[in-house]
């Protein structure tokens, strides 16, 4: 799949239903030798911003996921392993934070306080005219895209 096909993938399938995390995911996870239901249940939680509670965007978290399967260090003791994941999950969060304003679910939608219901929005036309969340998908999934690009250079 081109790169730019990821992009426009990780906006599709968060217009057929599925949450902002699992979009982003999905679009990268064969790289990663994952199956998109895989990777479909991996990044469910982190939808509405982890859970529904309206804190870090799930495309961010998205994101992050990814940049864990990149970077993420598999031995407990590995600090400089980890500190090169953390550097990296910083990095994309300040990118993510200079093109959508914000890493906060809550701030993102313009919600004063959180719904308080782990019910999800029926997605109707109304729900996606009065989000912003698939141009922050493609935001989220063109960053990663732009990581690996300047990763291969």
Request: aromatic share 8%; net charge positive; hydrophobic share 35%.
């Amino acid at each position: 799949m081109e790169e730019k096909d990821r992009v426009a993938r990780a906006v599709e399938l968060f217009k057929s239903g599925y949450n902002c995390s699992q979009s982003v995911v999905a679009a990268y996870a064969d790289l990663y030798g994952f199956t998109e239901e895989q990777a479909l249940r991996m990044s469910a939680s982190f939808g509405g911003g982890i859970g529904r509670m309206r804190m870090t965007c799930g495309a961010a978290c998205g994101v992050f996921l990814l940049a864990g399967l990149e970077t993420g260090a598999v031995d407990g003791k590995d600090r400089e392993g980890k500190a090169a994941n953390y550097a990296l999950v910083q990095q994309l969060a300040e990118e993510f934070r200079k093109r959508n304003g914000s890493v906060i679910c809550a701030e993102l939608l313009g919600l004063k306080k959180p719904e308080g219901s782990a019910i999800p929005e029926a997605r109707t036309e109304q729900y996606y005219a009065k989000r912003p969340c698939p141009k922050i998908i493609e935001e989220a999934a063109t960053i990663w895209k732009e990581y690996l690009e300047k990763k291969q250079k």
